[in-house]
């Protein structure tokens, strides 16, 4: 059996006084990659900023362990610099701040060593060319002036780079032509390893085809109303959500 890497357990969470999360309890191992799927405004999102400490959610109730340490009174950077990720779903711009400093600078604050410079170059050079990202965009402020597919790729050269213990990818793949969602696609199966593990929101599961899904979470209303395998993608493909929200409802 995968060690675990992320225990969530009967998790209680919202915003001011709006309840989102409503008792939410997901386990994800070693390895592992997991995907949640969910119609819009069933708390997805909610779920990966909670998980990664925004301060604007507040946890009312239930427990949230990262490699058996509990995260909830974790500040965002101390959970950055125990191995977590989050690749957002509408990248901030940051002027002021060039795209290889940034990543360097992260690197740094996470692994608390200096990072030589020349072979963090070489390696970032790497795979910017993986990335079909254009070599100059290192030098460009974070984001600023880039394109939709241009913010996302440069949030998968930062996975890859900093090389966290657990991503969080958070509709990593939407507003993606098909060749871009190819492109991060295979920069996902890039970076998973057996050492680390991968938590996805998508709409598109073409995002997943590089990868071994592990387990799918079917996320409504704030509750995991189905847990499956790889099949499950297949069936709300076909089906959509209506059917199992129907079965929720039935008590099935």
């Known amino acids: 059996m995968a060690e675990n ?3 969530i357990q009967d ?3 919202g915003v001011e006084d709006k309840e989102i999360l409503k008792g939410l309890s997901l386990t994800v191992g070693k390895g592992e990659v997991h995907v949640i799927l969910g119609p ?3 708390g997805k999102s909610t779920l990966m900023n909670v998980i990664m400490g925004h301060p604007k959610y507040q946890v009312t109730s239930g427990t949230m362990k990262f490699e058996g340490e509990d995260l909830t009174a974790m500040k965002t950077f101390e959970r950055a610099r ?5 690749s957002f779903q509408t990248p901030e711009e940051i002027p002021g701040i060039s795209v290889e400093n940034m990543i360097r600078t992260a690197k740094q604050a996470i692994t608390g060593e200096r990072v030589k410079i020349l072979p963090f170059r070489k390696k970032l050079r790497a795979m910017m060319e993986e990335l ?3 070599p100059e965009y290192a030098d460009r402020y974070m984001n600023v002036g880039f394109s939709g597919g241009e913010k996302k790729r440069n949030e998968i050269l930062q996975l890859l780079m900093l090389e ?3 991503a969080l990818l958070d509709e990593t793949d939407s ?3 098909v060749d871009a969602v190819q492109i991060v696609s295979e920069g996902v199966a890039k970076f998973h390893n057996d050492d ?3 938590l996805i929101i998508t709409h598109n599961t073409r995002i997943l085809e590089k990868l071994k899904v592990d387990k799918v979470h079917v996320l409504m209303n704030g509750e995991i109303v189905e847990e499956g395998g790889a099949e499950l993608i297949d069936t709300i493909n076909e089906k959509g959500f209506t059917h199992i929200l129907d079965d929720a409802q039935a008590g099935k």
């Open 11 to 13: 998790l209680h969470a």
């Open 5 to 7: 890497l992320l225990e």
């Open 175 to 177: 507003g993606l032509d």
């Open 82 to 86: 125990k191995g977590l990720f989050l």
């Open 132 to 134: 079909k990202i254009s």
């Open 164 to 166: 966290p213990k657990l």
């Open 196 to 198: 680390n593990s991968c």
């Open 40 to 42: 819009n405004g069933s």
